[in-house]
């Protein structure tokens, strides 16, 4: 049964960082591409972040573009979403999914994890 655990969520101040983590289990998780997802309050759930299976690729969306960086740990089954310069526009659901392939391109997921809240205040 495969298992994804999002953590390092919470409260902190525009300008300050959060460091997320998502640990897999149950899967040869170095085969995967995974990626980070978030879903605000009335609005569609989009892609943040997303890092293929060796590392050596990634995507960001606009928005979080030179202010999350997405990093892999295959030894650790472990995805992380490192995030400063936070922004109250930041506030959401964090997701980490597993993609259905090695790289990100084809937007098939087969899990996901629980979600983590960060709120971002003012």
């Known amino acids: 049964q495969v298992q994804l655990v999002e953590s390092g969520g919470g409260l902190v101040q525009a300008g300050g960082s959060l460091r997320l983590s998502c640990a897999a289990s149950?899967?040869?998780?170095?085969?995967?591409?995974m990626g980070w997802f978030r879903q605000a309050p009335g609005k569609e759930r989009e892609r943040v972040a997303a890092i293929s299976w060796s590392g050596r690729s990634t995507y960001y969306t606009d928005s979080v573009k030179g202010r999350f960086t997405i990093s892999r740990d295959n030894a650790k089954n472990t995805v992380y979403l490192q995030m400063n310069s936070l922004k109250p526009e930041d506030t959401a659901v964090y997701y980490c999914a597993m993609y259905n392939s090695r790289t990100y391109y084809v937007l098939v997921y087969d899990y996901w994890g629980q979600g983590t809240q960060v709120t971002v205040s003012s």
């Open positions: 149950g899967r040869t998780f170095s085969n995967y591409a």
